[in-house]
């Protein structure tokens, strides 16, 4: 019997039974055949989730990957993101051989969101956070990957825990003082449109600061992501960080006695490059990576030198 288009049924059979059979023939029988192969989809990691209760009560949503003896590294993201900011340095061959770590901020994400803008303002309060990641996940000793609003974390935990229990710092485009020298006239304007009581106003400032944390734009579909997330951040988050008492956290880096790998994009519309300079001459055996084709994310924008240069950083902090 013939199909309706005029192919044998038995012969169609017979094919698909031939192809199916090919498909199981392993790798070297093929290449003996001159038979080419698609590559072999290498898979996923698995990711271990992980909830941490900060100091307050805060409920902190987190995930792990990889060899728990590795060296460690804990991401921390920026201002209205999340932990699916790092999906690249996740998925990347380079960060392979190490614990990666990453986790939702308070007010962000999956993570639990208090109302006031009190539970923000502090800086100690977000080094509590990051102490009780490091205890829920088990980490013994990571090097912190900071970007931007994470920088100031990492400099609360410095502040309210110190620095022996961190192997390395790399501050990534990061705020580790609050201030308008520093920062630039749009990331002030973002800072008071984003928290905006007038929900439509609030809304298109949102999605126009997403924009404005890269030269190149994503793709549209990333973008897309990203703006799903970004209206998941909690308002009083902003609220809390305009009124907070401890602007400046440069004194707390300076102090730190382990190594600092300083990242930044040079055409970055929200955090100055001087930001990163000035913990570079407050620490003169820091290093300063400039990228030239990367605004405020340069871990996404040029994902590839980003994973070596974390990786070399790590390994080397990691036998200091």
């Known amino acids: 019997m013939e199909t309706r288009d005029g192919i044998d049924r038995r012969s169609l059979m017979l094919g698909m039974a031939g192809a199916a059979a090919l498909t199981t023939l392993a ?60 999906d690249k340095q996740f998925a990347d061959p380079a960060l392979a051989g190490f614990r990666l770590v ?8 999956d993570s639990d969101k208090p109302r006031a ?25 990571p090097v912190l990957v900071g970007w931007s ?8 935990y410095l502040r309210s825990h110190g620095g022996s229990r961190v192997a390395g710092i790399n501050l990534v485009a990061a705020v580790t003082r609050l201030s308008p020298d520093l920062l630039t006239p749009l990331a002030g304007t973002y800072a008071q449109t984003t928290i905006s009581h007038d929900l439509g106003e609030r809304t298109a400032e949102t999605a126009s ?36 008492s401890t602007p400046d956290l440069e004194p707390d880096f300076q102090a730190y006695a382990g190594p600092i790998l300083l990242t930044h994009g040079i055409h970055d519309r929200l955090v100055r490059l001087a930001m990163s300079e000035r913990i570079r001459a407050l620490k003169p055996d820091s290093r300063l990576s400039v990228y030239g084709e990367s605004g405020h994310s340069p871990f996404f924008e040029e994902p590839a030198r980003f994973g070596r240069e974390l990786a070399a950083f790590v390994t080397a902090a990691a036998a200091g």
Not at 102 to 109: E, K, M, S, T, V
């Open 27 to 86: 790798p070297p029988v093929l290449a003996r055949a001159g038979i080419a192969q698609p590559p072999l989809a290498q898979p996923a990691a698995p990711r271990e989730p992980f909830i941490a209760r900060s100091a307050d009560g805060t409920m902190l949503s987190g995930e792990a990957q990889g060899d728990p003896g590795a060296p460690e590294i804990l991401f921390i993201h920026g201002l209205r993101q999340s932990r699916l900011s790092w």
């Open 102 to 109: 990453r986790f939702d901020l308070r007010g962000h994400g």
């Open 149 to 156: 609003l994470g920088g100031f974390v990492a400099g609360g």
């Open 209 to 244: 600061f997403l924009g404005a944390c890269f030269h190149r734009q994503p793709p549209a579909a990333e973008m897309q992501r990203m703006l799903v997330v970004n209206g998941m951040a909690e308002r009083a988050v902003g609220e809390g960080l305009v009124r907070t």
């Open 117 to 141: 803008p009190e539970a923000y303002a502090d800086a100690g309060l977000w080094g509590e956070d990051i102490a009780a990641v490091i205890a829920a996940a088990k980490l013994r000793r």
